[in-house]
C-alpha cells in the first residue's frame, strides 16, 4: 500500500518562499508519477505540476511555471515542490499525489493521495 506524507507547509509572507516534500513508502511502479495539487477553500483541486520518478520529465500548470519547480530524490522515494514569490492567492491545502497513467493534469487519473499540508500566504 502507497503512503504519502507531505510537509513543509507553514505561514509566509508574500514574497516568500517554501519547500513542500512529500514522502512516499510502499511503492513498486518504477515508472509512475508524483503530482502536485492545491485545493482553496471553496474551489476545485487545482493541477500545480508533475514528474516522473524516471527520466526528466516534469510538467507544469501555466499559473505556477516560473514560480513553482519540482524535483525529486529517487535515494529518499521524496519530491518536492519549491515554491519562490509566493502571494495571497496561493493559499491552500497542498498536496501530493501518485498516478500510474494518464496526462497527470486530472486529479481524477491519480490512484493515491497524502492528506495534504496547509499553506498560507499573508499580506
Known amino acids: 500500500q502507497v503512503q504519502l506524507v507531505e510537509s513543509g507547509g507553514g505561514l509566509v509572507q508574500a514574497g516568500g518562499s517554501l519547500r513542500l516534500s512529500c514522502a512516499a513508502s510502499?511503492?513498486?511502479?518504477?515508472?509512475?508519477?508524483m503530482g502536485w495539487f492545491r485545493q482553496a477553500p471553496g474551489k476545485e483541486r487545482e493541477f500545480l505540476g508533475a514528474i516522473r520518478w524516471t527520466g526528466p520529465y516534469t510538467y507544469y500548470a501555466d499559473s505556477v511555471k516560473g514560480r513553482f519547480t519540482i524535483s525529486r530524490d529517487n535515494a529518499k522515494n521524496t519530491v518536492y515542490l519549491q515554491m519562490n514569490s509566493l502571494k495571497p492567492e496561493d493559499t491552500a491545502v497542498y498536496y501530493c499525489a501518485e498516478a500510474l497513467s494518464g496526462s497527470l493534469r486530472n486529479p481524477g487519473e491519480y490512484d493515491y493521495w497524502g492528506q495534504g499540508t496547509q499553506v498560507t500566504v499573508s499580506s
Open positions: 510502499g511503492r513498486t511502479f518504477s515508472n509512475s508519477a
